[in-house]
């Protein structure tokens, strides 16, 4: 069955850096799209950014744009989301998932908060 | 952006009744639509995508409907493990939009 594992998430001071992981099974991952989706009691679901199989082309929510940095590792059926200079309003639950549009598969989450 | 505006934010019903959820789209987003499940603790579920479709092992008691801005998803007999949050999300233009979401509550 598909599984989509995350890690990374933590507690991090304004300014500062994370690197989310996402490790897939149970499906071609070098065949998927793969996105990142936060959820935020503020702001709700929003969709951060997606990457397409071959890497080579990516997305980004304007929110995100030029601080966070989404990569992929098809030999180790990896997604990776570089989050730098991080700001109150990233704190949220991100979903690694397969997919980017409607999307049936979901991660169970990983909570990434931004205080100083 | 599109804004997805859902109505109504908190919907009350009794289980058995049917229930009625509204989306709407700040511009046309064709049949780009789909319906998600929460539960408190969990990732949303998909429930219908392209407006109409039912995801996979959805029970025949949800339908979606609607297409350019105006999108029903609708609840035929409610049961106990349907009370939870619903959102709407549209994936016809970058960035693909979730509206705020409507809480179905016991009555």
């Known amino acids: 069955q598909v599984q989509l594992v995350e890690s990374g998430g933590g507690l991090v001071k304004p300014g500062g850096s994370l690197r989310l992981s996402c490790a897939a099974s149970g499906f071609t991952f070098s065949d998927s799209y793969m996105s990142w989706i936060r959820q935020s009691p503020g702001k709700g679901l929003e969709c951060v950014s997606y990457?397409?199989?071959?890497?080579?082309?990516?997305n980004y929510a304007d929110s995100v744009r030029g601080r966070f940095t989404l990569s992929r590792d098809n030999a180790k059926n990896s997604l990776y989301l570089q989050m730098n200079s991080l700001r109150a309003e990233d704190t949220a639950v991100y979903y690694c998932v397969r997919g980017h549009s409607h999307i049936h598969y979901w991660g169970q989450g990983t909570l990434v908060t931004v205080s100083s | 952006e599109i804004v997805m505006t859902q109505s109504p934010a908190t919907l009350s019903v009794s289980p058995g009744e049917r229930a009625t959820l509204s989306c709407r789209a700040s511009?046309?987003?064709?049949?780009?639509l789909a319906w998600y499940q929460q539960k408190p603790g969990q990732a949303p579920r998909l429930l219908i995508y392209d407006a109409s479709t039912r995801a996979t092992g959805i029970p025949a008691r949800f339908s979606g409907s609607g297409s350019g801005t105006e999108f029903t998803l609708t609840i035929s007999s409610l049961q106990s493990e349907d009370f939870a949050v619903y959102s709407c999300?549209?994936?016809?233009?970058?960035?693909?939009?979730f509206g705020q979401g409507t809480k179905l509550e016991i009555k």
């Open positions: 999300q549209q994936y016809n233009n970058w960035p693909y939009t």
């Open positions: 990457i397409t199989p071959s890497g080579s082309a990516i």
């Open positions: 511009q046309s987003v064709r049949s780009n």
